[in-house]
């Protein structure tokens, strides 16, 4: 028997992207679109096509998608915006089989600064760190959700995520660093994070930056001693903590100094 759909008592048929309602079977990158692609379009399009490849999701044409990018920003009268790009899945409705097709989502709406600086709050539940989810871009974002919330809630800006081993993973929407004793750390992707494009780039110009970054596993009290710190995600760059939880992180810093005046130009924002 066909399966029978209804919304609000109508019926629906092939209108909607099922598997992705139903499932959150999809992958998604969001980035800042400021008078042209990002400069580093590639790296979001590798990130796309893991993700899709394994929720065994068709992929479309690179080409396609920069083309259909493209349209929409022309058709918003804008030169700065904010871009989310969605691969729906298609396909049958039991949850177990595989995705037979794919269908591309986009909006794009007026990019809006970001804060001078965000408080973090740390959030009440954990990440698993095996999770085979997390080191993708997927629609299941309802933790993210949930943490961003309950930081809200708390007067914060933005939730801080630890692993079930108690160490720190990364925020709601982006990757953290902290720098100390002359070292910028992150955790690594053992960790449980998702690894964003930002941080893939701070570690491609980490020469030109004059900076070491080790990537590992690290405890909240590295992070409260460190000398500063921030988040990182395509549609922010970076901005600096200014506190977590109960404690005060510094602001003023001639290294961040650096990051914040060529990580811009490496993004093709200045």
Not at 58 to 64: A, I, L, R
Not at 116 to 121: E, M, N, P, T, V
Not at 154 to 168: M, P, R, S, T, V
Request: some cysteine; hydrophobic content about 35%; proline content about 4%.
């Amino acid at each position: 028997m066909e399966d029978l759909i209804y919304i609000n008592g109508n019926r629906v048929y092939d209108e909607l992207p099922l598997r992705s309602l139903f499932y959150g079977e999809g992958v998604f990158e969001t980035f800042r679109h400021k008078s042209g692609l990002p400069v580093h379009f590639d790296k979001h399009m590798k990130r796309l096509k893991e993700g899709a490849g394994f929720l065994n999701l068709e992929m479309p044409d690179e080409g396609y998608i920069a083309v259909l990018i493209e349209q929409a920003v022309k058709k918003s009268g804008l030169s700065d915006l904010y871009v989310k790009l969605c691969i729906l899945s298609e396909g049958s409705n039991p949850f177990y089989e595989k995705s037979q097709g794919s269908q591309i989502l986009m909006l794009v709406r007026e990019y809006l600064k970001p804060k001078d600086s965000l408080k973090a709050g740390i959030c009440s539940f954990t990440k698993n760190s095996s999770s085979p989810i997390l080191k993708i871009k997927s629609f299941n974002y309802l933790e993210n959700i949930i943490a961003r919330r309950e930081a809200l809630g708390k007067g914060f800006d933005e939730a801080l995520f630890l692993n079930e081993e108690g160490n720190i993973t990364e925020g709601s929407a982006g990757n953290i660093f902290w720098y100390k004793e002359g070292k910028l750390y992150t955790p690594s992707v053992e960790c449980g994070i998702l690894p964003g494009t930002i941080r893939e780039v701070l570690l491609d110009i980490r020469d030109e930056l004059g900076l070491q970054i080790e990537e590992g596993g690290y405890s909240l009290e590295e992070l409260f001693s460190s000398e500063f710190a921030f988040f990182t995600n395509s549609l922010i760059g970076s901005v600096p903590i200014s506190q977590i939880d109960n404690h005060l992180i510094p602001l003023d810093n001639a290294v961040y100094t650096k990051i914040q005046r060529v990580l811009p130009c490496e993004l093709g924002w200045i």
